[in-house]
C-alpha cells in the first residue's frame, strides 16, 4: 500500500515540477480601514468576468490555465491506474484461483471504471453548479 502512494506522489511530482508558474506579487493597501482587496471585490448579485475570477486557460501566468493543466494530467492518469491496478487484481486472483476472490476484483474494476468515467465530467458538474448559483457568466472559463 505504502509503495502505491509512493508511485502515485512521484508522478505528481513529476508534473508539478516540470511545469512552472510565475507569480507577481501584489501590494495590499487599506482604504478607509478596509482591505483594499475586500472594498474591490464585487457585491453580491454582480456576475464576474473569467479574467477576474481565474484567468484565461491560455495564460501561462493564470489560475485556470494552471487548473487546465491538472485536469489534463488527472484525465491522462485516472484511466491509466484503472487499467494497472485492475491488471494486477486480476492476476492476483488468476494466481490464487479462488471465486470470492474473482467477485472482489470485479467489484473493484466495476467502481474504478465509475470514478474514471467521472473524471470527465467534472467540468460539467462544476458549470452546472456555477450555473446553478450564478457566479460567473461562463462558469467553467474555458476548462474543458
Known amino acids: ?44 448579485g ?20 494552471l487548473l487546465q493543466q491538472i485536469l489534463n494530467f488527472i484525465k491522462v492518469v485516472g484511466p491509466l491506474l484503472v487499467v494497472v491496478l485492475s491488471s494486477i487484481d486480476f492476476a492476483k486472483v488468476i494466481i490464487k484461483s479462488d471465486d470470492d ?16 468515467a467521472s473524471l470527465f465530467f467534472i467540468p460539467t458538474l462544476v458549470q452546472v453548479l456555477l450555473d446553478v448559483f450564478g457566479l460567473t457568466s461562463d462558469p467553467t472559463c474555458g476548462i474543458r
Do not use: H, Y
Not at 507569480?23 to 474591490?40: D, F, L, P
Not at 454582480?46 to 490555465?65: F, K, R, T, Y
Not at 476472490?101 to 474514471?116: E, N, P, V, Y
Open 46 to 65: 454582480v456576475i464576474l468576468s473569467c479574467d477576474g475570477a481565474l484567468g484565461n486557460p491560455s495564460d501561462e501566468n493564470s489560475v485556470a490555465w
Open 1 to 44: 500500500m505504502a509503495k502505491k502512494w509512493v508511485i502515485m506522489i512521484s508522478i505528481l511530482m513529476l508534473f508539478f515540477v516540470g511545469n512552472t508558474v510565475s507569480a507577481k506579487t501584489m501590494s495590499i493597501g487599506s482604504v478607509n480601514g478596509v482591505n483594499s482587496m475586500m472594498a474591490s471585490m464585487p457585491s453580491p
Open 101 to 116: 476472490s474473482m467477485a472482489k476484483a470485479q467489484k473493484k474494476l466495476g467502481m474504478r471504471l465509475i470514478l474514471a
